[in-house]
T-cell receptor, first 115, second 109 residues
Framework: NAGVTQTPKFRVLKTGQSMTLLCAQDMNHEYMYWYRQDPGMGLRLIHYSVGEGTTAKGEVPDGYNVSRLKKQNFLLGLESAAPSQTSVYFC??????????????FGPGTRLTVT | KNEVEQSPQNLTAQEGEFITINCSYSVGISALHWLQQHPGGGIVSLFMLSSGKKKHGRLIATINIQEKHSSLHITASHPRDSAVYICAVYTGTASKLTFGTGTRLQVTL
């Protein structure tokens, strides 16, 4: 199993450009999450999904949109990139099947620079 | 004040030393997660615990729910343990995590 994968690994955008980050998991997990990691700050939740076709806002959702059309994929979109969105983005997934076990599994990250 | 506080923020140790990283939280939790992140690397799960103590190799994690405190111990530290150690707590719906800012550990020869 590949676990959680992210595409691309690196990207440089100019201000105002758009892009989509793809997260895929092969563990049949119900829950998926997008985080951003910035220096000196803990990971912060952008958006999450509790199932196919369902998404919800996290702590820092502004400037991002998400979609979960298939259970295994969770897409994060930047409609008009801004330098403040320069960050490392992590995707994660978890399962609701194991009661009491909420463990999240993380992807390798995408390093995004907006100039 | 952050809901999850870690100390110290930075830690330098010599190979072989016993290391302790602390995590305190101010909210009710269902479980706590210790994670490891190597420079430029992804995030790896070390432990998830909701009570007591867990051990894996040279790593030991403890949690005191009443005191809202957890510790991660590394025995006989090694340079390959150099990484950022992150504490995160599960706070309810949808298995959402709240993260500490991490402890950067450097182990030297």
């Amino acid at each position: 199993n590949a676990g959680v994968t992210q595409t691309p690994k690196f990207r440089v955008l100019k201000t105002g450009q758009s892009m989509t980050l793809l997260c895929a998991q092969d563990m049949n997990h119900e829950y998926m999450y997008w985080y951003r990691q910035d220096p000196g700050m803990g990971l912060r939740l952008i958006h999450y999904s509790v199932g196919e076709g369902t998404t919800a806002k996290g702590e820092v959702p502004d400037g991002y949109n998400v979609s979960r059309l298939k259970k295994q994929n969770f897409l994060l979109g930047l409609e008009s990139a801004a330098p403040s969105q320069t960050s490392v983005y992590f995707c994660a997934s978890s399962s609701i099947r194991d009661r009491g076990s909420y463990e999240q599994y993380f992807g390798p990250g995408t390093r995004l620079t907006v100039t | 004040k952050n809901e999850v506080e870690q100390s110290p923020q930075n830690l330098t140790a010599q190979e072989g030393e016993f290391i302790t990283i602390n995590c305190s939280y101010s909210v009710g939790i269902s479980a706590l997660h210790w994670l490891q992140q190597h420079p430029g690397g992804g995030i790896v799960s070390l432990f998830m615990l909701s009570s007591g103590k867990k051990k894996h190799g040279r790593l030991i994690a403890t949690i005191n729910i009443q005191e809202k405190h957890s510790s991660l111990h590394i025995t006989a530290s090694h340079p390959r343990d150099s990484a950022v150690y992150i504490c995160a707590v599960y706070t309810g719906t949808a298995s959402k995590l709240t993260f500490g800012t991490g402890t950067r550990l450097q182990v030297t020869l």
